[in-house]
């Protein structure tokens, strides 16, 4: 059995089951379910929002598992008791990086990709004001620096009237200081290695100093990251 995955390919689907139950066709994960992890939905006995949230941190992908945990948050998804029960190092992890202002899973995957290479955090949606009391909306940036990454995707920016807009809005926050670096749909993986190295010189032109062994880092994830590796079920791991 398969279905759709968030980043548009074909996955196995995936399963949270008791000790002892299989499920033909599909990944199962055996877990012990607590009675306040179980909830019914049109009838269906399944695992509760943040019984599901704590089997992905420990399941998923890391940079998967973020993704999913950030749009638990998004809808309003309680994660604070899950710091009462037993985690892995991995899970707790996942859990301090996710973060509820990501506002679609590709941002998500992008403020992990930075993160991971050694850059300084990005706030996600970073509202910087401008002239008129106005106020624009950032993907990702990171203010001290004044630097930003914004994520044109399909649906929101491919018109002429988009397009437009875009650009305006930018060369605005260029006029004020900004330095603006612009990830289209391909940025994962096919341009993700351009991507961090543009990034990574827009903060350092911003007055961010990483170091000699923050630079090293840096350009040892670019260079890796030249060489996207896949995982036996096709995740792109960078």
């Known amino acids: 059995m398969e279905t759709s995955h968030p980043l548009g390919t074909l996955q ?12 033909p066709g599909c990944v199962t994960y055996p877990a012990a379910l607590l009675a306040g992890d179980v909830t019914h939905h049109a009838g269906i006995r399944v695992t509760t929002p943040a019984r599901t949230a704590f089997d992905c941190a420990h399941w998923l992908p890391r940079a998967e598992a973020v993704v999913v945990l950030d749009q638990f948050l998004r809808r309003g998804v309680d994660l604070g008791p899950l710091w009462h029960r037993t985690l892995s190092g ?4 996942v859990l301090t990086l996710a973060d509820r ?7 998500s995957l992008l403020r992990m990709m930075l993160a991971d290479c050694g850059l300084p955090r990005p706030a996600p949606q ?5 002239p008129g009391g106005r106020h624009a909306c950032l993907d990702l940036g990171w203010e001290a620096y004044k630097v930003a990454v914004e994520y044109d995707g399909r649906e929101h920016h491919t018109t002429p009237a988009d397009r437009r807009h875009d650009e305006s809005r930018r060369e605005e926050l260029r006029g004020l200081g900004w330095r603006i670096v612009v990830a289209g749909p391909d940025v994962i993986p096919g341009r ?3 991507l ?9 032109e911003g007055g961010w100093q990483p170091g000699p062994e923050g630079m090293v880092r840096i350009l040892a ?5 030249r060489r996207p590796r896949t995982s036996r079920r096709g995740r792109w791991y960078g």
Request: net charge neutral; proline share 7%; hydrophobic share 50%.
């Open 101 to 107: 202002r990501a506002a679609s899973p590709r941002e």
């Open 196 to 204: 961090l190295e543009a990034v990574a010189n827009a903060l350092i």
């Open 90 to 93: 991995r899970a707790r992890d």
């Open 221 to 225: 994830r670019i260079r890796a990251t």
């Open 12 to 23: 196995p689907l995936e399963l949270i089951t008791p000790e002892g139950l299989d499920a």
């Open 126 to 130: 970073l509202r910087v004001t401008l």
């Open 192 to 194: 993700a290695a351009d």
